[in-house]
Structures are given as structure tokens and as C-alpha cells.
């Protein structure tokens, strides 16, 4: 569902441990998602994406994962740095009579040096 | 500029003030989307609007929040007789208006009702 103000839950990691951060969407129909990180005092911006027909996808120290089965995502992060920590949020596309973008309630990471 | 342009950044005002934010999307994305964001919250969907199409006004707290766009460009969300639980970062997104494309943000606007 929709993301409606919850408390954000946090994950703490040590520097140069990975990191991962899980999100679960609610619609079995949806064949894209994207992962965002948001810093501090600014808005989110695109980290990675992935369309259904993929289980696995990296980039560069950030690997996301696509479990359709139990509709979940991760995203993996290696050798986590200070400037990691950020909010993550996961986002799928509705396909309603509106075609809007849904964000997950959110991650917050801190990384400790 | 090159990406999505919000202002003001920062706004204080009176409880009982109407305030107007505006948004400036990137050109030629036919998607924009409002989110409200209260300090240490996830992102809570406002409104959002697609080409000409009627906007999806679902998210909208009460009738004294409202939103315009002209158009494809700029929006404006206008809160009536703020409420101190107003106070949040209002940020605004635009994409290109296919679901499978990633959305843009602006710096969003913070908010104080005093």
C-alpha cells in the first residue's frame, strides 16, 4: 500500500560491511521497480532499477534483488561507506486507473565509522 | 535548469496563513507528483497529475489542501489556514509519464507553521 508517515525503521552497519536493506511490494502485477536514496535536507534520488523479468541486478557496489515468489526486493550494498547513510526507499509503478509510482515506508541507514 | 525546481525552500508561516508552494518540472515530463515528508517519515502521497488527464487527488489530507498544474509545467500546492501539523517538507516529482520510468525530485520545500 501507500506510504502513509510511518516511523522509519534503521539499520545500522560498520563501515566496509555490506549492507541490506529489504523492502516487500503488494501488487504480484508489477514488472518495474526502482530503489532511491534520500540524504539528508534532499530529495530521493534514483539509485537502481529492475523489471520482473530479471531476479538480479547490479550496479556499482549496489546489487538489487527481485524474489516474485514472496513479492520482495533488496538491495545489497558492499563495503559500506559513510556517505551511504541515507534513507532508501523502494517504489513500484500502480497500474490503477492512474499509472502512479508507490513508495515503500522507507529505510534509514546508518553507517558507523 | 536541468532538474525539478522548487520554491520557496524554506517557508515559515503564521498558523491560519495560506500558503502557496510551487514546483518547476523537468521539460517535457508529463508526470508530477506531490509528497509530503514529516522529520523522520517515510514519503506520503499528495497528488498527482498526468498529461491532461484528470489529477488523483486520493492522497490529500483534508478539502484545505489543493493542488494545479498548467498543463505540462508548473504546479502549485496551495494548503488553506495552515495547521502546525502541517509543517513537513512538501517535495515535488516529475517523470516522463511512462510508469516505467524513474521519477525526478526537487529539493522539496520545508514547512513551519509557528
Known amino acids: 500500500g501507500e506510504s502513509v508517515g510511518l516511523h522509519l525503521p534503521t539499520l545500522s552497519v560498520q563501515e566496509g560491511d555490506n549492507s541490506i536493506i529489504n523492502c516487500a511490494y503488494s501488487?504480484?502485477?508489477?514488472?518495474?521497480f526502482i530503489w532511491y536514496k534520500q540524504e539528508s535536507g534532499k530529495g530521493p534520488q534514483f539509485i537502481i532499477d529492475?523489471?520482473?523479468?530479471?531476479d538480479k541486478r547490479q550496479g556499482q557496489r549496489v546489487t538489487v534483488l527481485l524474489n516474485k515468489t514472496v513479492k520482495h526486493l533488496s538491495l545489497q550494498i558492499a563495503a559500506t561507506q559513510p556517505g551511504d547513510s541515507a534513507v532508501y526507499f523502494c517504489?513500484?509503478?500502480?497500474?490503477?486507473?492512474?499509472?502512479?509510482?508507490?513508495f515503500g515506508p522507507g529505510t534509514s541507514l546508518s553507517v558507523i565509522p | 535548469g536541468a532538474g525539478v525546481s522548487q520554491s520557496p525552500s524554506n517557508k515559515v508561516t503564521e498558523k491560519g496563513k495560506d500558503v502557496e508552494l510551487r514546483c518547476d518540472p523537468i521539460?517535457?515530463?508529463?508526470?508530477l507528483y506531490w509528497y509530503r515528508q514529516r522529520l523522520g517519515q517515510g514519503l506520503e502521497f499528495l497528488i498527482y497529475?498526468?498529461?491532461?488527464?484528470?489529477?488523483?487527488k486520493s492522497g490529500l489530507p483534508s478539502d484545505r489542501f489543493s493542488a494545479e498544474r498548467t498543463g505540462e509545467s508548473v504546479s502549485t500546492l496551495t494548503i488553506q489556514r495552515t495547521q502546525q501539523e502541517d509543517s513537513a517538507v512538501y517535495l515535488c516529482?516529475?517523470?516522463?509519464?511512462?510508469?516505467?520510468?524513474?521519477?525526478?525530485f526537487g529539493q522539496g520545500t520545508r514547512l513551519t507553521v509557528v
Open positions: 529492475i523489471r520482473s523479468n530479471m
Open positions: 497529475f498526468q498529461g491532461n488527464s484528470a489529477p488523483d
Open positions: 517504489a513500484e509503478p500502480v497500474k490503477t486507473s492512474y499509472d502512479k509510482v508507490i
Open positions: 516529482a516529475s517523470s516522463l509519464g511512462n510508469m516505467n520510468t524513474e521519477a525526478f
Open positions: 501488487n504480484s502485477a508489477s514488472d518495474y
Open positions: 521539460s517535457g515530463h508529463t508526470a
